[in-house]
């Protein structure tokens, strides 16, 4: 799903910097800051809810292997996980 945004310039200027200085895209950077913070909200459930209840989409999504993940397959999209990723493959060049 395509979306489109509204930044404030402060806002975009730092999204770029962040984005040109750890090599990752802006799409990654708002899919990972939204996920974070929707399942963060949904912690905070309303008086009355089940505050240990789990979306159907995030299990849904978590079942898929999707969650921390922009290609689609289960590989985590943690920096972590990237790094040691990134690690292995220069090892493997040389």
Do not use: F, W
């Not at 770029?16 to 799409?27: I, Q, R, T, V």
């Not at 209840?53 to 978590?62: E, L, V």
């Amino acid at each position: 799903m395509a979306l489109s945004i509204r930044l404030p310039a402060s806002i975009e200027q730092a999204l770029d910097a962040y984005c040109a200085s750890h090599g990752l895209s802006k799409s990654h950077v708002v899919q990972e800051c939204l996920g974070e913070y929707l399942v963060s909200r949904n912690n905070d459930a309303p008086a009355g809810g089940d505050s240990t209840a789990i979306s159907a989409n995030y299990t849904a999504m978590k079942r898929a292997g999707i969650l921390g993940s922009v290609r689609g397959d289960p590989q985590s999209a943690t920096k972590e996980a990237v790094r040691e990723r990134a690690l292995a493959r220069l090892k493997g060049k040389s």
